[in-house]
């Protein structure tokens, strides 16, 4: 099955996936890294050294160093897009799909990773232009969601603004969830995530 290029199954290629999983060991290297000793202390190499790979490798997938954390920041729209390719189009708006997709617990090492990154984001503008730049593509992705569930065109002006409506919410709903203290009692990324969504809802039925 590994020979196959995954066409009967949907599955990715195995070479594809491969790239895919070195660029996310990477990513979850510069984090731990970034995290350990600022990212100002880290250099290209120590992340290819870290992840196992050259350093001709980590250029070739990344732009600069910063850039090494997007696997981790991109993985959760992608889940997100597969989810809602199963989820019945039954739902008036893309966000009330979200809101009825079920999520798996938050306590993986990915997600605290995840955390970690967001973290960092407040003090490390690098990083911090990565988040907002991912999120910039995102919307993207959201207008054409939105656009195939409602048969607008994506750069329809109202598809722009849902989208950015729902992409904003959910950015600030995953930054609320990441920046909240260890110390204190707090929701899952998808309870929190939820609730951001519910509020859109609620400023639009307003």
């Known amino acids: 099955m590994a020979g196959q290029a995954g066409g009967a199954t949907g599955r990715p290629p195995l070479t594809e996936r491969r790239r895919a999983e070195t660029r996310m060991e990477i990513a979850e290297e510069a984090v731990r890294l970034f995290a350990a000793k600022g990212v100002a202390a880290v250099t290209a190499e120590d992340i290819a ?67 970690d990154l967001l973290r960092l984001c407040r003090d490390e503008p690098g990083l911090r232009a990565v988040w907002l730049e991912a999120h910039y593509d995102a919307e993207a992705a959201f207008a054409a969601m939105i656009a195939e569930r409602t048969g607008r065109p994506a750069g329809d002006l109202a598809v722009r603004v849902e989208a950015g409506v729902l992409n904003t919410a959910m950015r600030i709903g995953v930054e609320e969830w990441a920046l909240r203290s260890d110390g204190e009692e707090r929701p899952s990324l998808p309870e929190t995530v939820n609730r951001a969504l519910r509020m859109v809802g609620a400023v639009e039925q307003a």
């Open 49 to 115: 050294s870290a992840a196992g790979v050259s350093t001709r490798t980590l250029w070739r997938y990344f732009r600069s160093k910063e850039e090494c954390v997007r696997p981790l920041l991109t993985t959760g729209l992608e889940l997100l897009s597969d989810r809602l390719r199963e989820c019945p189009g039954d739902h008036d708006s893309l966000a009330e799909a979200i809101l009825s997709i079920r999520y798996d617990d938050d306590t993986t090492p990915r997600l605290r990773a995840l955390g």
